[in-house]
């Protein structure tokens, strides 16, 4: 167990829908990552949060949003959904100090029909 | 920009077989090295790491050096179980003094390790 928490587990959507991934990081940590990882693009950074302000982004779509919350939550928002967004989205997280390692939640899988 | 180059799978060993997985990459500085290691249906679990050239980062029996003239960090096993079976990445994070960084992440390689 990393530490890092991620609901829902699994996420079933219609295309066109929004959905919202939720990620809680480990005790202390102040730093939040968001990543896809799907089939054809492998694991993509999509955008960093560091005590409540974004602090870098990666391939993040203009349909896709985040948020860390002052309790160091973070949401990811995914809207007008399209087949091609069905992925593995993991959160992460880690201490202070660009040595160290990043923990990875367990995921959340969407899937879009 | 940083990248990351890993060996396309997928790598089928017999068990006890010996295993070598390639990983180069692109990056200015000298960037921290890691393998990370995805089991079948959970989340990315750090394997090892190193932090500057020369470092030997080992763990369960994997071992990869931060070669820097090679701009190379190969992860090697001597003697592979089954239960090694998994999805392996290798990625890298640029030091940067303002604050912690993203990781670049190779595309994976799968091993299937068959008794």
């Known amino acids: 167990d990393s530490g890092v928490t991620q609901t829902p587990k699994h996420l079933i959507t219609a295309t066109g829908q929004r959905v919202t991934l939720r990620c809680s990081p480990r005790?202390?940590?102040?730093?939040v990552y968001w990543y896809q990882q799907s089939l054809d693009q492998g694991l993509q950074f999509l955008i960093q949060y560091y005590n409540g302000e974004e602090r870098a982004k990666g391939n993040i779509l203009e349909r896709f949003s985040a948020q860390q919350f002052p309790d160091l939550h973070s949401e990811l928002n995914l809207s007008s959904l399209e087949l091609g967004d069905s992925a593995l989205y993991f959160c992460?997280?880690?201490?202070?100090?660009?040595?160290?390692?990043?923990?990875f939640g367990p995921g959340t899988r969407l899937t879009v029909l | 920009g940083n990248s990351v180059t890993q060996m396309e799978g997928p790598v089928t060993l017999s068990e006890e077989a010996f295993l070598t997985i390639n990983c180069t990459y692109t990056a200015t500085g000298y960037p921290s090295l890691f393998w990370y290691v995805q089991y079948p249906g959970e989340g990315l679990q750090l394997l090892l790491k190193?932090?500057?050239?020369?470092d030997k980062g080992s763990n369960k029996g994997f071992e990869a050096t931060y070669r820097k003239e090679t701009t190379s960090f190969h992860l090697e096993k001597g003697s592979v179980q089954v239960s090694d079976s998994a999805v392996y990445f290798c990625a890298l994070r640029q030091t940067r003094n303002s604050g912690n960084t993203p990781l670049v992440f190779g595309k994976g390689t799968r091993l299937s390790v068959i008794a």
């Open positions: 005790s202390g940590d102040l730093s």
């Open positions: 992460a997280s880690d201490p202070v100090g660009s040595y160290n390692e990043q923990f």
């Open positions: 190193a932090t500057k050239a020369d």
